[in-house]
């Protein structure tokens, strides 16, 4: 359980926040409303790093990569349902492009190299994984991948999977929203806060405070 994972977090290193380049490929886009899904560990985080992102309008904690069926947080939490812990971002292409979100995820908002974990969390379920909505986006996506590796931006590979979005599921209510009504829960300050700090000092021109 969540609640119970910060039992675990002194045995982690807080992600410490990588400066990388600006995605070489990211067309302009004239519309004022898209959707992108990402994974990156508990949501709890990665959706609060987001919902300080100006031009994000909206974001919801859910799961992504299984079956409607089974998206549920006891059943996700098995492992064994293909789901991962995601977040829906819904936001203004005019305001920030989806390859700006890219570089906050990469950056501040996980580790990118850690296989099916992400710090104290541990299991496929916490997997590093892009769901694209459209086939831009999966060209920007796989496309700043190869850029990040090639500028050797990590120490080690990559692991974030890139897929087509089937399907996104929000989370229970007691999932939204989590890191702003909890902020000094301990999972919370250590392994989330520093998240949102991260984006604040590194794009001080995209944070906003809510």
Known sequence: MHSLRWLA??????????????????PPQTE????????????????????????VHQVVSGYAGGKKATAHYEMVGSGRTGHAESVQ????????????????FFAVAHDP???????????????????YTTPEQKQVAETYIQQLEAAHAFSRKIVTQVGPLEGFYAAEGYHQNYLALHPDEPYIVYNDLPKVANLKKQFPDLYQQR
């Open 9 to 26: 977090v002194v045995y982690t290193c807080v992600l410490g926040a990588a400066t990388l380049p600006a995605p070489a490929l990211d």
């Open 113 to 131: 190299t850690q296989l099916n974990r992400q710090g104290p969390d541990t299991g496929t379920q916490y997997r590093s994984a892009i769901f």
């Open 32 to 55: 004022h409303q898209a959707v992108a899904v990402f994974s990156g560990g508990c949501f709890w985080g990665v959706d609060g790093v987001f919902k300080h992102v100006k031009g």
């Open 89 to 104: 971002v819904t936001y203004d292409p005019t305001e920030v492009s989806y390859g700006k979100l890219l570089q906050v």
